[in-house]
């Protein structure tokens, strides 16, 4: 990480044009992973990552728990259910929603230094 | 005057009303019946066998239909009892009987003896008839009491057979309002005599004995419960079914609390949390259905998951990374990557999976509590 700024929740934000679903803390991100497949996520990512995904089903919310993800970023716009928002507040796990595609978000979050 | 006709009369009336359904032959035998051969009650038998085939439904007496909804269960377990047990387990056998020459003073003493109020009469071996306690009672009265039974018997005779239902049994007396029924066997031979006081009692002793299974087994349980917590053992069952996959995760979450508040390292605490959750998954996607069971003790989390199948066709495939049978609703969600049970092999310290085509699969993972290695 080299920019320490953005790897801060709320300044990410403005990198992907996000906006908070949840509640958003300070969190401080340990890296970003990026991954459809549930384990795939589950195998490969490391804990207190910023996951980005299309996925908006509940399962996003267990994995994320399971894996100590701290935060989810849904592309294309995509958003889930009010129940499972609700249910990720409870477990503490910040979500987000851009309108990029992952790909053009991949590159912005890599290039404003989250690595 | 006699009290005997109008007592006569009466059980008259019920009879004709009950045959009016059905059997005419019958009284023709019964005009002739001197201790014959064919037996009337075979022939009695036959009302019961019109219209449905086994067991029609007689009407259950209305407590049982509108419980108030508090004793719901209660009466619908009083009520799966009746229906369950048959008048075999309730009647009196062998049966206290007489034979036809018998005196009606020698059946007194019988029924008195026995505290019985009704006796069936035997001649060959084959019902002829049965005397009340009310018959004995008019010969009484008319100083007929040291003669032969036969006369003052009924002939008339209602039998239940000894498979129907208790509750047919008591829609029987409700019908008939005898005080008690002689019970024939599928070969036509009196088995026994059941009354009203007989259901009762069995009723009775089989609500006894599943209170004391009940309480049998809730001991059990307790034990096993403190065994357990001796162990600082924890037994998780969760029944997984097909498709369900909005319960999926909730397993998982739970092992997680309880090794948290153990103070378990994070990291071995996720390898258990997530072999539950490719475990429940995988049953989701690709079983009819299972069960797991997640034992945690001081040592470690052994979490075993057993399915109702379909099986897996080849394991060493299944074993592949990226191999996946996962159907498009699995894999519009983010399942099917293939990488579950390669998932739950590397999470696992021991590990082993069985599974055959066309039966079940199980498989057993175990993760050890406090080894220093880390893994993910």
Known sequence: MKLKSVSKLPALLTVVEARPLTDLDEVELSGCYISDLLSDVLANAQPGVLWVTIHTHRNVVSVASMKDISAVLFTCGRKPEAAIIAEAAEKGIMLLSTPLTTYETAGKLWKAGLR | ?376
């Not at chain 2, 989701?284 to 040592?299: E, K």
Request: some cysteine; proline content about 5%.
């Open chain 2, 1 to 376: 005057m006699s009290v005997a006709i109008p007592v006569e009369k009466k059980k008259t009336a019920a009879r004709i009303e009950w045959h009016a359904g059905g059997n005419k032959r019958l009284n023709g035998v019964q005009a002739r019946l001197t201790g014959k051969a064919r037996s009337p009650a075979v022939a009695l038998e036959k009302p019961f066998n019109t219209g449905n085939s086994d067991e029609p439904m007689p009407p259950a007496p209305a407590i049982e239909k509108t419980p108030s909804a508090g004793e719901k269960r209660q009466v619908s377990f009083a009520q799966m009892l009746v229906f369950e047990l048959r008048v075999r387990d309730a009647m009196t056998s062998p049966p206290i009987t007489a034979i036809a020459t018998d005196s009606l003073r020698s059946i007194q003493h019988l029924m008195k003896a026995h505290r019985i109020s009704g006796v069936p009469i035997l001649a060959n071996d084959v019902l002829v008839g049965i005397i009340s306690i009310e018959d004995i009672i008019n010969a009484l009265d008319a100083c007929h009491i040291n003669e032969p039974v036969e006369p003052w018997m009924s002939r008339k005779i209602v039998t239940l057979r000894d498979h129907f239902s208790l509750v047919r049994a008591v829609a029987e007396f409700d019908r008939h309002g005898y005080g008690r029924f002689p019970v024939l066997d599928a070969n036509n031979r009196l088995v026994g005599v059941i009354t009203r006081g007989d259901i009762t009692i069995c009723l009775m002793h089989q609500l006894e004995r599943r209170a004391e299974e009940a309480v049998a087994k809730e001991a059990a349980l307790v034990a096993t419960r403190a065994a357990d917590e001796k162990a600082h053992r924890i037994v998780i069952n969760t029944d997984v079914k097909s498709g369900d996959f909005e319960s999926a995760g909730k397993l998982s979450q739970r092992i997680r609390e309880v090794l948290r508040a153990r103070g378990v390292a994070p990291e071995i605490l996720r390898r258990a949390a997530i072999i539950a959750y490719e475990a429940e998954t995988n049953i989701i996607i690709h079983s009819l259905g299972g069960r797991i069971t997640t034992a945690i003790d001081a040592i470690k989390v052994r979490i075993k998951a057993a399915d109702r199948g379909p099986g897996i066709e080849n394991i060493d495939l299944a074993m592949q990374e990226g191999w996946s049978t996962a159907g498009p609703l699995a894999r519009e969600l983010g399942f099917g990557a293939g990488m579950g049970l390669p998932n739950i092999k590397r999470c696992a310290d021991e590990f082993v999976i069985q599974s055959e085509l066309g039966g079940g699969t199980r498989l057993q993972a175990a993760v050890f509590l406090h080894k220093a290695e880390t893994r993910l």
